[in-house]
């Protein structure tokens, strides 16, 4: 039956990852960086033994917290447009409860994750062992069950030989563009360290083509009828185009028919925003310009996207009655959104072949795309010259807070800086290939309107599950990526401390990742949603007991772990920062004290379904249930 090679479980397992490789364009490259973990009774006799005497090419990074090294991983892989992981290993129980929440964050944003929890005995011999669950009317369930729900594919290996068909099926989704995300395997503590002898054809080298799925004639044919009859047409750019790496081809059919581009939150920066016809982000946080284009458009061609409720402004930003949707997406599911056109096709080969068809057609716009992207530049360049008051002033966010409150938050963090002209003169200032990494708060919604990326993929903003931690793991993930270019997460003051573990993992491993801390005090995006809607501001300001506005020095909590730190509160002081900061080896934060409500604020066509209480003693609230109401019944349903 041929040779044998025996092994550990967990020894299996390393040697298989060291010999997956993947092709894309006839380009192969080893597909699995390495392992991150932290160890714990469940996996550093098992796994940890593994990796320390057998790793073979595979790199293993010591994590600080399960969720946060699993958002590295995320990051690193998302940086890497999918074409390499990590694995992540973490011990059972808690630790990898711990995980839980980046592999959710993986999944909704498609992004492949090979998940390791350590799982309890699968012999029961010494059960219940620490940390383990005991459920009444089961033995059966454990911790790791909650992965379910968040891996595309998961598995349980109670059998050494089962490791063998999970590892197969788990490459397979791993390396599939339409089915993507995080893979789990649960590997129970004893199961790891048992031997077997597995064949040795199992660890031979494996190439996984990422071949490029090509559109049908009868796709292709209704893809080009969809465009000649159209007049005015957007191109809407989502992660799919980036992953599937179709800048030429979208930048080729936009320069030729004349079609304006506009970007979802994972599609930005596959086209730089100097090109002439880029708008800029889309939804509920898009330009003005974007908005306005998708708003009067007849016929979207969605390429890669999921239509979100941030992209689509919660089905109400397009003229449903008369626009028409042509969806290029590899995942069919995704291509029936909307009713569209369906082209379940790679989106650089989609439009490969589409823009061989397109002959003389050209859009109605004329020179109002030019227009638009002008009108939005202005708009810009008043938000770079936000400047504060003690008198009168009214922030982007207006009507909330009174000049009283404003200025005490102007005195408790002795700062006079709005959040837009801090944000525009840091993109103004550091490298165009710097990486900006965001995810959750007020800043995702102003990356996505008013940072321009002008060298693609430089973009990373996680918004499929917008989670509070992500950004300063996920920095280090895309400067393991991107080694050579400057990597920087962009993060308030609310996330920054729910989760930044990985700061000490960065600077263990030297890798340089600088940090962008904007402090307002509070979790500043709630208190303006829960505000503009007939609330109070309550539980959403950092105040005291004696309702005193907090201010924590940040720059200090950083100089502890032995950042190189910076703390500001004018432009010219955050400008000589961010050019120091470049200079350092060492990793850096940045710590900008910004004035509440100074962030970007919706233009036409943002509007968010959020659930406002239909019954409640406050007119406010009333009123912007019934505001709620209306808008609804001209909303799309499904
Ligand atoms: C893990 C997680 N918990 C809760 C939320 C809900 N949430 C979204 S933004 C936010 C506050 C963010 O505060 P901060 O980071 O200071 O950003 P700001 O809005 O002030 O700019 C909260 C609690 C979330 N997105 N992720
Ligand atoms: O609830 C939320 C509101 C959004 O504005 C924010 O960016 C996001 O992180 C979130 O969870
Ligand atoms: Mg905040």
Redesign the pocket.
């Known amino acids: 039956m041929g040779e044998k090679i025996r092994l550990t479980t967990a020894q299996a397992l390393l040697k298989f990852l060291n010999q997956q490789y993947i092709s894309v364009d006839g380009v192969e490259t080893p597909f699995v960086e390495g392992v991150f973990h932290v160890y714990g009774h469940g996996n550093v006799l098992g796994l940890g033994e593994a990796l320390e005497n057998n790793p073979g090419n595979l790199k293993s990074y010591q994590g600080k917290n399960e969720q946060g090294m699993a958002h590295a991983a995320n990051a690193f892989a998302r940086q890497n447009l999918r074409q390499k992981i990590f694995a992540v290993s973490a011990s059972a129980g808690p630790g990898s409860a711990n995980l839980v929440?980046a592999a959710a964050t993986a999944f909704a944003n498609n992004i492949p994750v090979l998940f390791l929890p350590a799982d309890t005995f699968a012999t029961r011999q010494p059960d219940p062992v620490l940390q383990q669950l005991e459920h009444e009317h089961s033995t059966d369930l454990t911790t790791n069950e909650a992965f379910k729900a968040v891996s595309r594919y998961w598995d349980r290996i109670d059998r050494p030989e089962q490791l063998m068909s999970a590892l197969l099926r788990a490459f397979e989704v791993l390396t599939n563009p339409a089915t993507t995300g995080p893979a789990t395997i649960c590997l129970p503590q004893d199961v790891e360290a048992m031997a077997y002898d597995y064949p040795a054809s199992f660890f031979h080298k494996r190439v996984h083509y990422i071949d490029r799925k090509l559109p049908t004639q009868r796709e292709l044919d209704g893809a080009i009828a969809s465009i000649n009859q159209s007049k005015r047409p957007v191109l809407l750019v989502g992660g799919g185009a980036k992953y599937s790496e179709a800048k030429d081809e979208i930048v080729a059919l936009s320069e030729k028919a004349n079609i304006p581009i506009v970007e979802t939150h994972a599609g930005k920066s596959t086209v730089e925003f100097t090109h002439k016809n880029n708008l800029g982000g889309n939804g509920i946080l898009g330009t003005s310009a974007a908005n306005k284009a998708v708003m009067n458009a007849d016929l979207i061609i969605g390429i890669g996207t999921r239509y979100t409720d941030f992209t689509t402004s919660s089905r109400t930003l397009f003229d449903f009655d008369n626009t028409k949707f042509l969806n290029i997406n590899v995942n069919r599911g995704q291509a029936y959104k909307f009713d569209g056109f369906q082209v379940v096709a790679d989106a650089k080969a989609a439009l490969q072949s589409i823009n061989q068809h397109i002959d003389d057609y050209q859009s109605s716009y004329g020179d109002e795309i030019t227009s638009l992207k002008q009108e939005w530049e202005n708009e810009r360049n008043r938000l770079a010259a936000t400047v504060f008051n003690r008198n009168d002033f009214k922030p982007e966010i207006a009507d909330h807070f009174n000049q009283e409150v404003l200025n005490d938050y102007a005195d408790a963090l002795k700062t006079e800086l709005t959040q837009t002209e801090a944000l525009l003169k840091i993109n103004d200032t550091v490298d165009s290939d710097a990486i900006v990494i965001s995810s959750?708060?007020?800043?995702p919604g102003d990356m996505q309107r008013i940072w321009n990326a002008n060298v693609a993929n430089t973009f990373h903003l996680e918004y499929g599950y917008?989670?509070?931690?992500y950004e300063i793991a996920g920095s280090l993930g895309a400067k393991l990526a991107k080694p050579e270019q400057e990597s920087y997460a962009v993060v308030?003051?609310?996330?920054f401390i729910?989760l930044h573990s990985e700061i000490v993992t960065a600077l263990q491993y030297d890798k340089k990742i600088n940090l962008l801390l904007?402090d307002?005090s509070?979790?500043?995006?709630?208190n303006n949603l829960q505000m503009d809607h007939g609330n109070d501001s309550t539980g959403t300001e950092f105040r005291n007991v004696n309702n005193e506005i907090m201010n924590i020095d940040y720059s200090k909590i950083g100089e502890g772990y032995g950042l190189k730190t910076y703390s500001v509160n004018n432009l010219e002081d955050l400008t000589a920062a961010v050019e120091d900061a470049k200079k350092q080896t060492v990793s850096t934060l940045i710590e900008i004290k910004v004035l509440p409500k100074t962030?970007t604020d919706g233009y036409d066509g943002s509007w968010w379904n959020v659930g406002v209480a239909e019954v409640s003693d406050k007119e406010s609230v009333q009123q912007a249930s019934a505001e709620r109401q209306q808008i609804l019944d001209n909303a799309r349903q499904y």
Do not use: E, K, Q, Y
């Not at 959750?440 to 800043?443: E, I, K, Q, T, W």
């Not at 308030?492 to 996330?495: A, W």
């Open positions: 929440t959750a708060g007020s800043l917008s989670s509070m931690g308030g003051d609310g996330s729910m904007f307002n509070g979790f500043g995006c709630i962030m």
